[in-house]
């Protein structure tokens, strides 16, 4: 048995980066002796916090990762969308009392940078089982 569930919401725009962080997320929480045990894929970043809130209301989710690529384009839509989804991913877990961890890279960054970026998702689950762990003691 897993020692925690971990749901993933993963964003559909930039699909090769985030596929690529969803496969190391994967890689470690099984290297964690925990599991991802649903995938929720949405279009985008912005429209990640209503899956979230859905994973969070399931008891057998013992915490989210969120991951995401938002790539500079030319207008400051990037700045918005990564203000927007951090800020709704912060009042999730505070709301729902569980981890959501932040594996969204960007924004300001071109496509090579969130190439060199893929490790969001490994950094996702580590901060998620880090917060499980913690809260666990307290």
């Known amino acids: 048995m897993a020692k925690y569930n971990i749901g993933a919401v993963v964003a559909e725009f930039n699909y090769d980066i985030t596929q690529m962080m969803l ?3 994967k890689e470690e929480a099984k290297s964690r002796d925990c599991e991802i045990t649903q995938v929720v894929t949405v279009p985008g970043v912005f429209d990640m ?24 384009g030319a207008t400051d839509h990037d700045q918005i969308v ?15 009392e569980k981890p959501v961890a932040l594996g969204i ?24 089982i880090k917060m499980c762990d913690r809260l666990n003691e307290i």
């Open 105 to 128: 890279s960007g924004p300001g960054m071109t496509r090579l940078d969130a190439h060199k970026r893929v490790d969001y998702g490994k950094r996702a689950v580590e901060a998620a």
């Open 82 to 96: 990564a203000q927007h989804a951090s800020r709704k991913i912060a009042d999730l877990s505070l709301e729902y």
């Open 49 to 72: 916090a209503l899956a979230i809130k859905k994973l969070l209301e399931k008891d057998e989710i013992d915490a989210v990762i969120t991951l995401g690529a938002v790539i500079e």
């Open 23 to 25: 496969g190391l997320a």
